[in-house]
């Protein structure tokens, strides 16, 4: 089961989510997914299997402290389960407040992109294979 506890709100405020998940494999049995809020429970669910579903939640108020919580589960076998899901997460600004952009937001494309790995050197792959192996594993 893949977990991820994306916003802990530190504002009282309306937020809304906009996200599309995608399960692209045609193998399997595919995936669940679901959006959690800590005080409402189940905001919403989702089979998918060869198929893309729109996750999005209108405008909801959270208080300092709720989180919202975004999973996936295998469904009913471990086959080809991988998906994508980005959801973004904006506070929707009270009426008359500011104009576009002004409500802080929260884009887990963006934030968790992440650097890509540097691969390891010929020396360090040898070492990395002989950790691996069981020479260093049993002492005769």
């Known amino acids: 089961m893949a977990f991820a506890n994306v916003l ?32 409402q429970g189940l905001l919403r669910s989702a089979v998918l299997h060869h198929s893309t579903e729109v996750m999005d939640v209108e405008a909801m108020v959270m208080t300092a402290g709720d989180t919202l919580d975004f999973v996936v589960d295998i469904r009913d076998g471990l086959n080809s389960d991988q998906f994508l899901w980005a959801p973004k997460i904006v506070a929707v600004a009270a009426s008359g407040a500011g104009g576009e952009g002004d409500s802080p937001e929260w884009d887990a494309e963006k934030e968790f992109a992440g650097h890509s790995i540097t691969p390891l050197r010929p020396w360090e792959q040898l070492a990395q294979m002989l950790l691996l192996t069981n020479e260093f594993v049993f002492v005769d």
């Open 8 to 39: 802990d709100a530190n504002h009282d405020g309306a937020y809304a989510i906009a996200s599309t998940i995608v399960h692209e494999p045609a193998a399997g049995d595919g995936i669940r997914a679901f959006i959690s809020h800590s005080r």
